[in-house]
């Protein structure tokens, strides 16, 4: 079977055997199941893990108890998708995270110190995306909070921006090349 591509005009034929093309770095090129040419340019992986982080992550006062860390989400509406819920203190400074079944399943006058788990894996603002790549996968984690020196959470990196079929050969790609 042969692919046709359209360039600004021009007809290629491309065998089907051809999957992936050694495009420039920066593009994952690939054909989709229905056999249509996908190009689409990916972040270099040596940037600032902040230029992929997200800022709209949930944080709990670690004062909180589990009923009014519930509330303060129900009254705010955070949405659907959270999986971790980050506890900080006064200063804003990371000491735990919360799963939500853990929440979900404590008791409600239980301190939202004592469901947290203490033990946390971040990554400072100043590491590379392929870094953060490196330990999502390394820790089996879902979401990555990065933080400044002070230990205070500035975003978080999801590990969905990493499910791009596209994203995934490249990241294999490159780390075959060290």
């Known amino acids: 079977m042969v692919y046709s591509l359209f360039i600004e005009g021009s007809k290629l034929n491309i065998p089907k055997s051809i999957r992936y093309f050694d495009f420039p770095a920066q593009y994952a090129v ?10 689409a340019e990916l972040p270099d992986l040596h940037q600032p893990v ?16 589990v009923q009014q860390a519930l509330d303060y989400i129900r009254s705010h509406g ?3 998708k959270i ?8 200063d804003g400074q ?7 079944r853990s929440l979900l399943t404590s008791l409600l006058e239980q301190s939202i110190s004592e469901v ?7 990554i400072p603002h100043n590491a590379t995306i392929l870094q953060a790549y490196d330990m999502l996968n390394h820790h089996k984690l879902l ?7 002070r230990q205070r959470i500035l975003g978080v990196v999801d590990a969905s921006i990493f499910m791009d079929e596209n994203y995934i050969k490249d990241l294999t790609r490159r780390r075959e090349k060290r």
């Open 143 to 149: 979401a990555l909070p990065v933080v400044d020196q």
């Open 30 to 39: 690939s054909f989709n199941k229905g056999g249509v040419f996908q190009m």
């Open 78 to 80: 955070f949405g659907e």
């Open 94 to 100: 990371l000491k735990g995270v919360i799963l939500t």
């Open 50 to 65: 902040m230029t992929i982080a997200h800022q709209n992550m949930v944080t709990l006062d670690e004062d909180y108890t």
């Open 116 to 122: 947290m788990i203490k033990r946390l894996v971040t």
């Open 83 to 90: 999986v971790y819920f980050y506890v900080v203190n006064g």
